[in-house]
């Protein structure tokens, strides 16, 4: 085989996802390795080249097959230089991605912010396929967030576009964010923020519910909430309720600014399906203006955890050629 072959990596705190991609983004064998955070990150980068030369020798793929690579680091770089200025679940501070992988590869690497790839993974072969003005939000520990316009990622001045997660939900008060700040969107939607809306709702609402006879010891998770909520439990579906709002409003204030064809609700979060999907859309059609409400699109994502995979490769083969 000679046909040229794209590199997705999507780089996690806890494993590292590979895969090598057509250039049409079929998936022609994808894996995973151990991220290794010990040392500052040190052994990160040279693990994931020396696995793409394993890998590459094993499925008779020759360095000259392989046009370039693109990277997702879960945190914020900058696009241009492919420098990730501190990284701290992984251990990185200053790291030059890009100018490393370079150079230990000989090929051109492009490195993005992992909730950017995952949105292009989701535009290229995922719910927002065919579309090119397409929002992604990324519903797991966190929220991330990738806005593209025209079929591109919006980075911003300092590349903190898409920032969805760290929209303020909550004025004045709200629980306190990772990023330092109150009210984020984050603190409420992401699955913690759903399991930490629970518990509140349990310690000051008097009913039963199924989420009380939930083990103290095993924590509470936004499964059990949404689980709860499709059994038609009372106190599930006001906290349910309370998350869509917030999420709708948040959905309906980027539709507002941005009209997207479509805005992808992906991660963990999204496993709920319409239990999650329905109410959203409710609260978004409410707090829509009126062109938006009727031609922005509220879809789940469909690519789970290949998402990151797909859009590095798309990230590769778009900026490579
Ligand atoms: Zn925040």
């Known amino acids: ?169 909550i004025r004045k008060g709200g629980y306190v964010c990772n990023c330092g700040k109150t009210g984020c969107l984050e603190t409420i939607a992401s699955a913690t923020g759903i399991a930490r809306t629970a518990v509140a709702y349990i310690e000051k609402d008097a009913r039963e519910s199924v989420l009380k006879d939930i083990d103290r010891e095993k924590k509470l998770t936004a499964k059990d909430v949404f689980d709860a909520y499709k059994q038609g439990d009372a106190l599930a579906t006001d906290i349910v309720d309370e998350i869509a709002d917030h999420l709708g409003a948040a959905v309906a204030n980027i539709g507002n600014m941005l009209n997207p064809e479509k805005i992808v609700i992906g991660g963990g979060v999204s496993a709920a399906g319409d239990a999650l999907l329905q109410p959203v859309t409710r609260y978004f059609e409410e707090y829509a203006f009126s062109t938006v409400r009727t031609s922005t699109k509220l879809a789940l994502a469909t690519l789970g955890n290949d998402a990151g995979v797909v859009g590095g490769a798309y990230l590769a083969k778009t900026y490579g050629n």
């Open 1 to 169: 085989m000679d046909k040229k072959v794209v590199v997705g990596v999507d780089l996690g705190g806890t494993t590292t996802k590979l895969a090598f991609v057509t250039e049409e983004g079929t998936i022609l064998h994808k894996w995973e390795i151990a991220t290794d955070t010990s040392g500052a990150g040190k052994n990160i980068l040279p693990n994931i080249a020396q696995s793409i030369e394993e890998r590459a020798v094993t499925h008779n793929i020759t360095k000259k097959q392989v046009s370039s690579i693109g990277i997702g680091v879960p945190g914020p770089v900058d696009f241009e230089s492919g420098v990730v200025e501190h990284c701290i679940n992984i251990g990185w501070g200053k790291t030059h991605v890009r100018a490393y992988l370079e150079e230990r590869m000989g090929v051109s690497v492009f490195v993005d912010n992992d909730a950017n790839i995952a949105s292009l993974g989701e535009l290229w072969k995922g719910a927002g396929a065919g579309t090119k003005d397409l929002v992604c939000m990324t519903l797991g520990t966190g929220i991330g967030g990738g806005v593209i316009v025209d079929g591109k990622i919006v980075h911003g001045a300092k590349g903190a576009g898409g920032e969805i997660g760290h929209v303020t939900v």
